[in-house]
């Protein structure tokens, strides 16, 4: 895993504050920084402007400065900068090699993806299996292209006018280069509603985001873009093949084996749920090696899991670590996780998401998670609860008019709407607190992410956690709190071929009464009832007593915020009347906020 910072202008470029727009990034790669410049050229190049291409390397794969970015093909006459893992590098090598391609590193991913693309074109990205993200220069047409991975697992930004394009993994970094730069107000009003800024639009309107699977052309002679579209589409998989067990099982222990390559040694997350349990027993059943497990614990019992990761790890025999969250963790762990975002994110899992990688980073760069599992296996209470059609009932909405807002989000009333939609979307909007803000929600964003008009099926929903909750929520969580660490994160469960294979088959393996069997399934060799059957518990901490007895803290926080001086004075007021989790976490998504528009 790395960053990179790449700036291209038609007027001088001030480096000055390119150093300081890299100190955002330095975290994602601390071992080698490396650039290219006007004033350090190290390849000749067609570029007729001012250019600076900034790279920081976390080594992983092929350690030698062979593989050192940005790299350049003598051969090819191209640049990339990428940020990630190709977990099939060795046999795109060995296909590229047979076509005549010759290599100068031994092992290097990044080379095969710059042979690749320079051999075969674009389509080469369709066959990487990994997370990444790529800057590639086209030195001979003098074009460039921003490409993401199908899913979204690591970031890249970009900002482009008439006179320069800046493009980044980091939202801060390119934030602190622009010279002019006005709040998007839209993406304001989405953050307040759902708690993340969804889409391609941040909380600057001069900056965006390449969205999943996203490749754009860009032409630099203009510095304009050409061209932007997609070379994989999770809304076509919608097959309907029977399911095999037997398949489907192969896909995953492959998916959990592949991820264990590297130069350095692995760990692994483990909470003790049936995700992160199931990749551990794959690693133990195919690893003659002693795993590595850590686990986040708390002091308080009603958000401690460490009965069931003690369990997992005595069962395969792990050499385990833990860290525990107190009743009264300090301000400044706070502060430290929220600094490790670069857009404004409301989950209060930041907290013990940050918590672990850290543990995890100071002995191993490289650790495996569970993330996706519920997504692939409709796991989380939202679909489960969609397809109760027993439940529904026309009155909810109007009971959901009715519900006061200070009260809480109205889920419990709304989850019961006839309407699926509407049923969906009340686990993620809070359109009580837009109304407690005097704001009227924006509900465009949706568009992006399910046909609002129509009734959705299960795939429709499923697919609508993949580009929502997933892209935009769970894995920017995971990416920045972990390279903020200089931690890398692999997850098995994300490999596109278990999501093709999943959505294109009949879903005949989904028991909505037994939720996840065929992962319980595969776990009952090892564990009983108890272990599986047992309630889901979130990657939490106890938000709602930290807010409440640090009120006077969040109090002068949000004293001189844009949150009170645009909307509602009195709203910590009016939060506070009832003190409830739901009511926490809305004054914990304010602080997010009043925290991060200090720091832009």
């Not at 008009?453 to 997933?470: G, I, R």
Request: aromatic letters at 12%; proline letters at 2%.
């Amino acid at each position: 895993m790395c960053g990179f910072i790449g700036y291209i202008s038609e007027d001088p470029i001030t480096f000055a504050n390119l150093k300081k727009a890299n100190d955002h990034i330095i975290c994602r790669g601390p071992d080698k920084n490396i650039f290219f410049n006007n004033e350090n050229k190290k390849f000749k190049n067609n570029i007729n402007k001012y250019f600076h291409f900034e790279f920081n390397r976390l080594s992983i794969i092929d350690l030698s400065e062979e593989a050192d970015q940005p790299m350049h093909s003598k051969e090819y006459d191209n640049i990339l900068m990428f940020n990630g893992e190709i977990y099939n590098h060795q046999e795109l090598r060995k296909e590229l090699e047979s076509g005549g391609v010759r290599f100068n590193t031994d092992h290097s991913d990044t080379e095969v993806i710059l042979n690749g693309i320079s051999k075969q074109g674009l389509s080469f990205i369709e066959k990487l299996n990994g997370q990444f993200a790529i800057f590639f220069l086209d030195n001979k047409e003098n074009k460039a292209y921003l490409i993401r991975d199908r899913l979204g697992q690591k970031p890249l930004y970009y900002s482009l006018d008439n006179n320069n394009l800046i493009f980044s993994s980091n939202f801060l970094s390119i934030s602190t280069v622009l010279k002019n730069k006005n709040i998007n107000f839209n993406s304001l009003n989405d953050y307040l509603n759902v708690g993340v800024i969804p889409g391609k639009n941040t909380l600057i309107k001069e900056i965006s985001e390449v969205m999943p699977s996203q490749i754009i052309e860009l032409d630099l002679n203009e510095l304009k873009i050409l061209n932007i579209h997609k070379y994989w589409e999770i809304d076509k998989q919608n097959g309907s093949s029977d399911f095999n067990k037997e398949e489907f099982f192969s896909l995953f222990n492959d998916s959990v084996e592949i991820r264990q390559i590297a130069d350095v040694p692995i760990a692994y997350f483990l909470s003790g749920g049936v995700d992160s349990t199931s990749i551990l027993q794959s690693a133990f059943e195919t690893s003659n090696e002693k795993i590595n497990t850590f686990s986040v614990t708390h002091e308080n019992n009603k958000y401690d899991e460490s009965t069931w990761s003690n369990m997992a790890s005595n069962t395969f025999k792990t050499n385990h670590n833990t860290e525990t969250i107190t009743n009264d963790i300090d301000i400044g762990t706070i502060n430290d996780s929220l600094d490790s975002l670069d857009q404004p994110y409301f989950d209060p899992s930041v907290v013990p998401s940050y918590v672990l990688s850290n543990l995890i980073s100071r002995h191993y760069k490289v650790a495996i998670s569970g993330d996706g599992g519920d997504e692939l296996l409709c796991g989380y209470d939202r679909i489960i609860k969609s397809q109760n059609i027993k439940n529904r009932t026309k009155l909810a909405d109007f009971l959901f008019y009715l519900y006061p807002s200070f009260l809480g989000t109205g889920n419990k009333i709304l989850r019961h709407s006839k309407d699926i939609s509407k049923s969906y979307w009340s686990f993620h909007e809070d359109k009580k607190l837009m109304n407690l803000l005097n704001l009227v929600p924006n509900n465009s964003f949706r568009d992006e992410y399910i046909d609002y008009d129509k009734n959705p099926t299960l795939k429709d929903l499923m697919k609508t956690d993949y580009k929502f909750f997933l892209s935009e929520m769970m894995l920017f969580k995971v990416d920045r709190t972990s390279m903020a660490n200089s931690l890398e994160v692999r997850s098995p469960f994300l490999d596109y071929r278990l999501i093709e294979y999943v959505l294109n088959s009949n879903l005949s393996f989904i028991d909505f009464e037994y939720p996840k069997k065929i992962m319980k399934d595969y776990l009952a060799h090892y564990f009983d009832n108890s272990f599986l059957n047992r309630k889901k518990q979130g990657f939490v901490f106890n938000v709602e007593d930290w807010v409440y007895d640090n009120i006077s803290y969040l109090d002068s926080e949000l004293g001189d915020s844009i949150i009170t001086s645009e909307f509602n004075k009195n709203i910590l007021k009016s939060l506070s009347l009832n003190k409830t989790r739901i009511n926490g976490i809305r004054i914990w998504k304010l602080f997010v906020l009043s925290k991060f528009m200090k720091r832009i």
